[in-house]
């Protein structure tokens, strides 16, 4: 299926349904991907509440192998698969007559684009905060005895694919859809994906050094630091936001008022 | 509509319609700042302060009061640096702050709390808003990136234990315990059991330290300041570079592949 635009010309003056918001910000997709981060994250916090410390306490349990490897063995592919699926769906449907896009339908997709970088931002939060401290708890309480633990095995094996879900799969809208990142590639952009996304390879960093070194679980530990150093580049989001308004300022100019938009850049 | 709309409306030149359009963007804004940030200042906090904060009876004079303003500043830094060129809002540090303070709570409440059965009392986040404000406060009075570092970093770092105190005073009341003084904050550490945290690895005062007495808090935040102002310019000229606006050309063949070729 492809979603080629056919240049239409646009009337300035128009009183129809394309001058409410709703033609222009659909939150049903949206909604849905929050509500599911919701009960994933919900259940998998109620998960760590009742089978953790009764039977995740010891990797060679063969409990241990029933509650929380099973956890990892199902979520891993699932959460990668979907990934795959979905950034592969975007590719093939991507806009493949992107010159002819009409400012209406280009404002559309910012307003997709921004709601796809709010669904990773709600992600980011989850990993970066709420489940972090979380495997703070579980460590500072409980030896770490393998890679995985019931702390690890949401924050590292669900809250990462998840994140990496919505930042590769904004990324790949906004090359496929939005002229002035498929002319240039962004370097804001790139680094608000990449950094986050290399945080899984530096798991292997982190997980060598608590193999290897009686570190204790001291958290402000330069052990931790790769995570820390590739958590700055949130920072560049912002950026992301400004060449996002560079060219939403025109089109709203040329939706809703009398001024022309000039080509994007 | 009042006359504060009106003149919104004429501003931004659009009608009504495209200026509630608008409107709806900055709302997703504000959600994707509150969580991004939430997440990215609670995950480097959380890392580089780590046990200073977590614990009661890691806030000490020496370490707790140099190592969390100093870090807890970084971000903020970057995000006021962001917010004020761009937009002249002075609210980045103390969004920050804010917005780390929340974080800290709630995972102090759902995580160490409900999941790891600590007390309440073990783990008092430390807050940085006062220091926060003011340095906003001084970016607006002074409207210069070099003169809030200077003074504002500065104040930052100084009114950071003061700002802690009201919270934090119950807990350094001396005790006797074993026939040796301790803190509240100390009989909270060894009578709670942390076994992934030894009580060793704790940073205990020594040497002359003692001798200063109550000027050892000031000595450790002056030397904060010092830091945070240069960690000031640093984190403000990191927040500028990220946010590059800056496109690398796409290559002619992934052009084609979009129709732009």
Known sequence: MSTASVAIPVPRESSGADRKAGHYVRFNLFAFGVIVMVAMFGAFRMYQQVFAWEYGLDATAPEFETYWMTLVKIEIPVLFGLGFVCWGYLWLTRDRNMSALTPKVELQRYFSFTLWLVAYTFAIYFIGSFFAEGDGVWHQTVLRDTPFTPSHNVLFYACIPTYIFFSVGGFVYAITRLPAFSRGISVAHVLAVLGPVLILPNLGFNEWGHAYWLTEEIFSHPLHWGFVVLGWNALALPGVALQMIQRMVPLFHEVFGDMPAKPAD | ?261
């Open chain 2, 1 to 261: 509509m009042s006359p504060n709309s009106r003149e919104i409306l004429a501003v931004s030149e659009l009608p009504p319609e495209g200026a509630k359009l608008s409107r709806i963007w900055d709302w997703c804004v504000v959600a994707a700042v509150a969580l991004l940030f939430m997440g990215a200042i609670h995950l480097h906090v959380m890392l580089t302060v780590g046990d200073w904060d977590m614990f009661i009876d890691w806030k000490d004079r020496q370490f707790w009061v140099l190592v969390t303003p100093v870090s807890m500043l970084m971000i903020p830094a970057a995000l006021q640096a962001v917010f004020w060129h761009y937009f002249r809002l002075p609210i980045g540090m103390t969004l920050g702050a804010v917005l780390l303070l929340i974080a800290t709570w709630i995972t102090r409440y759902v995580g160490w709390h409900l999941w790891g059965y600590f007390p309440f009392t073990m783990g008092v986040p430390a807050t940085m808003i006062a220091g926060a404000l003011a340095c906003d406060a001084i970016l607006l009075i002074v409207r210069s990136s070099l003169l809030t570092s200077t003074f504002g970093g500065f104040v930052f770092a100084l009114l950071f234990y003061p700002s802690n105190w009201a919270s934090l005073a119950p807990y350094f009341i001396p005790i006797e315990h074993q026939g040796m003084v301790a803190s509240v904050a100390d009989m909270i550490g060894y009578v709670f059991p942390r076994s992934g945290t030894p009580e060793y690895i704790r940073m205990i005062e020594r040497g002359t330290l003692r001798t200063y007495e109550g000027t050892t808090v000031w000595i450790s935040s002056f030397f904060a300041g010092v830091i945070c102002i240069f960690m000031h310019m640093l984190w403000w000229r990191i927040g500028l570079a990220f946010s590059t606006q800056r496109f690398v050309d796409s290559s002619k063949r992934f052009k084609k592949f979009v129709g732009l070729a």
